[in-house]
């Protein structure tokens, strides 16, 4: 079941599509939870093979970021896809994912150059800046060239038919289609819906880090989605009026580093709200920055 070298997951995938048999690949950063679960149970529906990957990828995470204290739980993580019936979690090291590139961790120099292990090992992956120089990429500069770079490595290891991403990371599922749009790669990318806690609250690998309080503080993403899909119900469809009222929930224990309003193919902004608009946020509490999305139909 468990797999960490690229030539042996390839090995079995080139079998599988002998036998005419489909494969789908769940990408993930590991630390698996009823969220990544809910793409399994997807992919296990809709694929003859599964794959699962557990990769904590650094080149996505900046130099003030959280890649040392990513929760990592690889044993819970195997046991957690056996049970669900997974055929192969490929669990690869650092080094089998990115040879000669002694760099280990972004240079400081700032921008778009965040990204890089090392400028003159590696080839990245470089999504249209239209769609990364805003929402989660103003604050992670560099953080959607690692994104992109290692899905295009995870797709040319396991040549999956069908790909499955969760709708919590909604920026990163626009920028995914586009990549997969624009290289021509014969995969199909599955979306799949937002899976909360009893309380609303999005699960997250980083929901770990909260406290009792911090929980409480968090359903707050959620109660201001909900409230502005309300607004929008009711006949509101000016967005600056919409997110004006996310300040009724928000107190002291949260920093609100974006609401924003796109249109949920292209993230291009909107100005009034309509069927089409995504609404997204991004706020920090307990010290742990959270997203979460909605959309208005």
């Known amino acids: 079941m468990l797999k960490t070298k690229i030539a042996d997951i390839r090995k079995e995938v080139l079998q599988w599509k002998k036998e005419g048999l489909s494969v789908g690949l769940v990408p993930t950063m590991g630390a698996l939870h009823q969220g990544h679960l809910s793409l399994i149970k997807q992919s296990l529906k809709k694929c003859d093979r599964t794959v699962v990957s557990v990769f904590v990828n650094p080149i996505q995470f900046g130099p003030a ?24 979690v490929f669990a690869p090291s650092q080094n089998e994912m990115y040879e000669n590139t002694p760099h280990p961790n972004p240079p400081p120099q700032g921008g778009r150059e965040q990204s890089r292990l090392s400028n003159d090992f590696f080839t990245y992956v470089i999504p249209p800046f239209f769609y990364t120089d805003k929402l989660c990429g103003k604050s ?20 999956p038919d069908y790909a499955f991403f969760g709708q919590k990371d909604a920026q990163q599922l626009v920028i995914i289609r586009k990549m997969v749009q624009d290289l021509n790669i014969p995969i199909e990318i599955v979306s799949c819906p937002i899976v909360r806690d009893e309380n609303g609250l999005a699960l997250s690998s980083r929901n770990q880090y909260l ?4 929980r409480k503080q968090a359903l707050v993403l959620n109660k201001i989605l909900t409230n502005i899909r309300a607004c929008y119900n009711k006949g509101i469809q000016d967005v600056k009026a919409l997110g004006e ?33 995504l609404v997204l946020i991004a706020v920090k509490t307990d010290n742990v920055r959270l997203i979460d999305n909605c959309f208005m139909k």
């Open 140 to 159: 992670r500069p560099g953080h959607f060239d690692g994104v992109c770079t290692v899905v295009m490595k995870l797709f040319n290891i396991v040549q």
């Open 211 to 214: 406290s009792e309080e911090g």
């Open 65 to 88: 970021e959280d890649l040392d204290k990513y929760p990592r739980t690889l044993e819970a993580d195997l046991e957690l896809c056996k049970n669900a019936g997974v055929d192969i």
């Open 245 to 277: 009222t996310a300040f009724a929930f928000l107190n002291e224990h949260h920093e609100l580093e974006y609401l924003e309003f796109v249109d949920k193919n292209t993230l291009e902004n909107k100005t009034k709200a309509d069927d089409d608009t």
